[in-house]
Every structure is written in C-alpha cells, then in structure tokens.
C-alpha cells in the first residue's frame, strides 16, 4: 500500500470552490440552489477563512450584481447557481458583458425548462453559449469532465476572465457536481496563480491621483455603441484563435467519432475503448470550450470520419454548433436523454451499432 | 496550469468493478456508510466515485448513495442495476431489490426488514443491524454493523482499511466516537462469519 | 464684489438633460458640495441608478459606477465589501428602490451595509415616459393611470423609508424635500449626517428626498413646488424617521 499515492475524496462542489479560493478568488456571492449546495456551503467556511467576502445574497439576481460591485472594485469575484438562478443572472452577465468586468459563473446545471427538476443535465448549452443574456456579447464557456478538472478548470477561469475582461462560465451538471471521486493529494497545494495583470488602469477606487472615471455600459451618442459592439467582437475573436481546448482521441484512424462534453464524454470515451477492443474504429472528440468551439478540430475530422454521433444530456443543443462546423461534409447523428437521467455505455453502444448497420 | 494527473491505480491480479447502491431511512447514516466504503477502496488505491440522492424530504424519508469501486478509470457515477445493494429500511427494499444485478447480493438489516426476498438468482445476506448497534449502546451505529458485514461478504475492502479511514470521516469528533464506529464494523464483521 | 455663491468643483460644466424645474439638478449639487466640503471626493465611488439620473457620471466629477435597474444597492455592497475604507453611496429613483430595487434595498439595509443613499421621490417614472411610480399620489395622472390612481386597480403609494424603520440593520433614515430654499438647506444637511455616518461607520443610513417633476406632473415649475408642499408631503411626512444616534 506503500506505493498508493496519496488522494482527497471530494465532491465537485467542493473542489470547485477551492480552485477558484486557490485563484486568488476573494469574492463570492450566491444563493441556495440544488444541485450546487456544497459549493455555496465551501464558501460560506472557506472564503471568510481565506480573508475575503461571502455574502449569502437574497437572491441570484442580487448576488451576480454583488459581484459586478466587487469586479468593478478590481476584486476576483465569483457567484454559482443552477439553471433558474443563472436565468436570473443572465441580466447581470450582460452588464458585466457590457461593461468589459471580469467574473466567474459556475453553472451546475439541472433538468429544465421551469423548475425541471434537481437531476444533473446538459441543457444550459444554448444559454451559456450565446451569451445568455440580452446584447451582442459572448461568455467563455469552460466544461470539466472531472471533479479534478471541475477544481483546475474554476483556477483557470479567474486568468481568462482576467485577461480577457469577460466573464467565463464552468459549465458542468449535477452529477459532476455532487458526486464524490479521489483528486491528487497535491491538485490544491500545486494550484499557484499567474502574476496578475493590474487593473489599476480601469477599476473604480477613488480618483486619488488620477481623473475620475466611470463603468458604464449606456452609450447614447452617435456610433458609440457599434464602436463598443466592434470592439468585444474583435476581443471574441482573438479568444477564438487563442483558447480553444478540446481532446481528441484516435485522431488518425477513426471511421466514427463520438462527440460529447462534461461528463457524458466519460461514458462515451469508455464505450469507445470497449469497441476499439473489437476492432472498431472509433474515436472521441471531447469540447473542452464550449466557446469558443473548437470549429476547426471537428472540420478537420470529418474529411477522414465517415460518421459523427453527437451524445447530450438534452434533447439536442450542441449538435447545431457541431453541424455547423461539419457541414455537409460528412452525416451527424444525435442521441440524447433529458429530464435528468444519463445515458448509458449499452445505449450508445447500441445506437453506434445499429448506426453502422445503417439503420 | 499543468498539473500531471499522478495515476494512483495500484495493479490487481482480477480487475474489479463493483456497483452498490446503499440506501435507507433519512438519518440512518446512509451517506456516510456509502462515503466510508468510497474512502476506503481509495485508500487501497482504486478508483472510486459516490454520489448521493435524496427525496424532496430530509428527515424520514428513503436516500440512497450510489458508490462504485473499480481498477479503471469509472465513467458514469450512477448506478442502475447494482451488484450490490447494502438495506437498511422496508422501502428501500421494495425499490431497489428488483433492480440488482443477477448473481448480485443484497445485504439487508433484518432487525427492520422482515420479509423474504422471493429472487432466487440473488444472494442475500441477513444482518439484524440495529438490534446488534442497541446492544452496542448506539442505534446510530447499525450503518456501520451493515458496513463490516458487506466487507466481510464481498472482501473487496479490508475491515483494517475502513478501520483507518474512519479518523478522516470524523475529523472533529473525540475518540469514544470512532471507538464505537470501529466496534460496530467489527460487529458487523463478526455476523457476516468473519473472526473477531 | 463679493463672491456668495459657486458651483461645487465636483459638478463638471456641462449642460445637464434634465427637464426645467426638475429636483435632480438640485440633488446633484447638493452631494456635489457634501463631498467637496468633506473632502472625500477621491475615496468616493458613487452608483448611477437606472432612471432619469442614470448618466449621472457625466455631471459628477469623481468615480461613479453603472447599476442594473434597481440593483444599485447590490452594486454598492459588492464595492463596499471590497474596498471598506472608501465612501459608497448610491442614487436611486423611486422606480428603482421602491418598485424593481425593492427586494435589494431592503435587505441591504437589513445587513447593515455600511453605505450611503440617496432617494429622489418624484412619485413619476421620468424616463420612459411619466408612467405611474409605486410613490405615485392617489388619484394623481400619470401616462398608465389616465384617470388618476385608483388604489382598488392600482394599489397604494408605498412608504418604503417608513418601511425600512423596522429593520435592525437601517441605522438612519430621513425624508426630506427640495421644493423650497429652507427644505434643500435641511436636505443639504441630511446628505452630509448619512455621509458622516458612513465615514464613522455607524451603517446603513437613508434620506430620502421628495423632489419636483413638472413635466409629467403636467404643472408649471411654480405649480410643482407648491404641490409638494401642498400634497405629496401629506403622504410622505418630512422629518427624521430612525436615528440609530438616539436609539
């Protein structure tokens, strides 16, 4: 047992909070929502252990707001919810949008429209990917498969919201969220923040020493607001070339991929090995950004991939952006279960199976 | 940031894979029968992952934890037809006996659940779990008479190993706490036929 | 010639959009002036509210932040929390704090937040068209109460500051008025104790200010002031409505 490396077991909740405390996070705002409970429940210990502000707000719509107080003060700022709370943030995520403050959303999604119900889900895609809110604007949408990734993914999300001025989502559901699983002993103790960029040249301190200055993200006169809309669009842009993340799995050979996000890319990376075990060629291309969305990767699949078989945990929302890159290059097949329950390994085998047989 | 997954899977002679879905009362430490086993089968190196369900009630009503034990890496973290299910009241087993896996095992605590389980291709494993934690002073402690009778049964996890990881699971309590919680496993081990 | 009277040097010289006779001009100068004689203006953040006072950053010469409609108290405690040592105070209509905002004022002042407010009631939404506020007198005409606001279909006119009174986190809270010389001296001095109390960390403190809208009101600037102090205060009495000093 000597050689057992030593581990944590930890709920995703719980180990996204502390990558995001590990962040240099010292703002967090929320509002009770199942299933991401523990997250707000870490914080509310933790955060004030750490010297920073927890503030149990009244409601998501006060929390988000608390936190664009807190990005306009220069402070890493956080809020969490689940699908109706972050509907409710929505109107927040577009003022911090407009107004270029950086912020963390996690999102730990569960079954909707309406109240839905409190099984984990993948059908905040369309919400969190088209920005959500009212207004030209985008989020960088990160989505761990892992709690180990849902803890690193949280940690990166401060630098990217940093440098970019954006807000950046983590996308996961509730199973990744309140389900338990070892991370390393060393995930949280190697988590050592990026020298931080200032902000002394946008925040709102007091004008000691500089011109008063003003957030806003109002632009009435003539042009202004095209000229702001021009120059998010040239900053989302530059994200699209620079921080797209996917994985991609027998790149060379595979006949079919298997495209998939978050925790369902686990199921079906394990159907995948199963079946390369009896000679298919499958492969598996995993998002990691939902956006930007890694548009090249799968186009470049598809001119040796007869087939794609896009798995959900929704009833089909990010299968438009895969056909979109796809085109008419090659068939996308979809298979997806909603309202709470995850697919498993058998029905996808069985899908690919009878996909092959060209049913 | 790079942080190197370290791969932490100790080598087994036969890969394991074991589904268990504990599941009882509300308050009958069900969660924490179900961390316990996911705590110590990472303690001895394998791959695990828990995950709870609850009611809309707290108190009285059924929850269960889905936990899985296995030397690959696990995909999905839900369980639907178990290996093994761990009972410790009546409705849990009307719900969750139909949906073991043929050959699979159900461990019941027959202090609460009278009646017979009329699946023949299941094993069943009677444990009068409450009677042997009230004799221990204790009800509180029959998820952990279940526990030691499970180990015993499946011997996938040592009883020395669970033993150790209940310090990390009551890191604030005192001593008599864990005392107890130990005695209950060895109990429990005890009537599943293990020596004490 | 003796010079008696200038503009504060933390109102810009610009040209404001606010109609004739409208208190805003008025409430801007006064917090202008409080700031200056204080000397606060480079630890001060204020809020801009979503209303007529919502570009509010370009007439006030030190920082102000933007705030979703009603949310400005929430904006306020994220600042605030951040950086305590500075002066937080937010401007808010009555749309904004006693309709859409009512849920964030109210808590804000139920934690204490150790900031400052600032309340204009005209009893009108201003900028989108002089529609009926939840302030709005009974009986009086507005663009979504033709016929005068009847309580039966249109509900009460909501004394909030009365309202906040029973929160143990609202430490002071006043009403005041600037329809008269004598009642925008009383305002100036309001502004100034729930700056100081904030200064001396005393918490969560409130005037609120009745203030003229002649446009929607559909009165002169002279009719305006004399229905304030004919009307409006009969329903919102002027005076001290909580003093944590004396409690």
């Not at chain 2, 059924?62 to 030397?71: C, D, G, K, L």
């Not at chain 2, 849990?92 to 009329?118: Q, T």
Request: hydrophobic share 40%; net charge positive.
């Amino acid at each position: 047992m000597s050689k057992v490396v030593k581990r944590i077991l930890i709920t995703g909740n719980e180990a996204c909070a502390e990558g995001a405390i590990r962040a240099g996070c010292r703002f967090y705002a929320g509002y009770p929502i199942t299933p991401q409970n523990e997250l707000i429940g870490y914080m509310s210990k933790r955060m004030r252990e750490a010297g920073g502000t927890f503030i149990q707000a009244e409601s998501e719509l006060a929390a988000i707001n608390m936190v664009f107080g807190a990005a306009a003060a220069g402070e890493r700022a956080m809020t969490s919810s689940s699908g109706p709370g972050i509907s409710l943030k929505q109107e927040g995520i577009s003022y911090l949008s407009g107004c270029e403050l950086p912020a963390v959303v996690v999102n730990v999604m569960r079954g909707g429209p309406g109240l839905g119900n409190i099984a984990p889900s993948q059908s905040d895609y369309f919400q969190a990917t088209r920005g959500g809110g009212h207004g030209d604007y985008r989020t960088i949408v990160l989505a761990p498969a892992s709690v180990e990734e849902f803890a690193t993914f949280a940690f990166d999300a401060f630098d990217l919201a940093d440098k970019y001025r954006i807000v950046t989502l983590v996308l996961t559901d509730g199973a990744l969220g309140q389900m338990m699983e070892p991370v390393p002993g060393s995930l949280f103790s190697d988590m050592k923040p990026a020298k931080r960029q200032s902000k002394k040249g946008w925040i709102l301190d007091g004008c000691r020493g500089r011109k008063a200055r003003s957030i806003k993200s109002l632009f009435l006169k003539d042009g202004e607001l095209e000229e702001l809309n021009k120059k998010l669009q040239r900053k989302y842009e530059e994200i699209s070339k620079k921080e797209v993340r996917c994985e991609v799995l027998y790149e060379k050979d595979s006949e079919i991929f298997l495209i998939a996000y978050g925790i369902v890319a686990r199921i079906v990376k394990s159907c995948v090995e199963k079946m390369r075990k009896n000679g298919l060629k499958v492969g598996v291309i995993r998002p990691i950004t939902l956006w930007p969305f890694p548009n090249d990767i799968i186009s470049k699949a598809v001119s040796k991939a007869k087939s794609m078989l896009v798995v959900e945990m929704s009833e089909g929302q990010m299968v438009e952006d895969v056909r979109l890159a796809v085109g008419d290059k090659c068939k996308v097949r979809f298979y997806g279960r909603s309202g709470g329950n995850i697919p498993t390994e058998d029905e996808i085998t069985k899908i690919l199976i009878d996909s092959r047989r060209g049913k | 940031m790079a942080i190197k997954r370290k791969k932490a899977i100790v080598k087994e002679k036969t890969a394991i894979h074991e589904s268990i879905i504990a599941a009882g009362f509300g308050g009958q430490g069900i969660m924490l029968l179900g961390k316990l086993i996911g705590l110590s089968a990472m303690n001895e190196g394998k791959e695990v992952t828990w995950i709870s369900s609850y009611g809309a009630e707290v108190r009285g009503g059924t929850a269960h934890s889905m936990v899985i034990i296995s030397s690959l890496p696990i995909s999905s973290p839900t369980v639907k037809e178990p290996d093994t299910c761990i009972i410790m009241n009546v409705p849990s087993f009307i719900k969750f006996e139909k949906k073991i896996k043929k050959g699979g095992l159900i461990v019941v605590n027959s202090s609460i659940v009278k009646g017979n389980s009329k699946r023949k291709d299941i094993e069943i494993l009677k444990v009068p779990a409450t009677d042997v934690a009230k004799k221990l002073g204790n009800v509180r402690v029959a998820n952990m008479v279940m526990l030691g009778a499970y180990l015993k049964k499946r011997g996938f996890i040592s009883i020395e190993t669970a033993i150790s990881s209940l310090k990390e699971i009551f890191t604030s309590k005192d001593e008599t706490v864990i005392e107890l919680n130990k005695l209950a496993l060895k109990k429990g081990w005890e009537a599943a036929g293990g020596r004490g | 010639m003796k010079k008696v009277f200038s503009r504060s040097k933390l109102l810009k010289d610009v040209p404001t959009h606010y109609c004739p006779g409208c208190g805003h001009g008025i409430v801007h100068r006064l917090i202008a002036e409080v700031i200056e004689e204080l000397g606060i203006r480079e630890k001060t953040i204020g809020i801009a509210p979503v209303g007529c006072a919502v570009i509010a950053y370009d007439y006030w010469d030190f920082d102000v932040c933007e705030a979703a409609h009603g949310r400005t108290p929430a904006v306020a405690t994220g600042i605030k929390r951040v950086l305590p040592d500075r002066i937080v105070f937010t401007y808010q209509g009555d749309g904004d704090l006693a309709a859409i905002g009512t849920s964030e004022i109210l808590h804000t002042a139920n934690r204490g937040e150790n900031i400052s407010v600032v309340f204009v009631n005209n009893g009108v939404y201003g900028m989108t068209g002089g529609q009926m506020a939840p302030t709005t007198l009974i009986n009086q005409r507005t663009a979504t109460t033709y016929s005068g606001r009847n309580p039966k279909l249109d509900g009460y006119p909501l004394n909030i500051t009365d309202l906040l009174k029973y929160l143990n986190g609202a430490y002071y809270l006043e009403r005041c008025s600037v329809h008269s010389p004598k009642e925008v001296l009383k305002t100036k001095q309001a502004i100034k104790k729930v700056l100081q109390n904030q200064i001396e960390g005393r918490g969560f403190s409130l005037v609120e200010v009745l203030s003229m809208c002649p446009t929607y009101w559909n009165m002169s600037t002279q009719q305006a002031v004399d229905w304030i102090g004919a009307n409006v205060v009969k329903q919102y009495p002027l005076g001290i409505i909580k003093n944590g000093d004396q409690a």
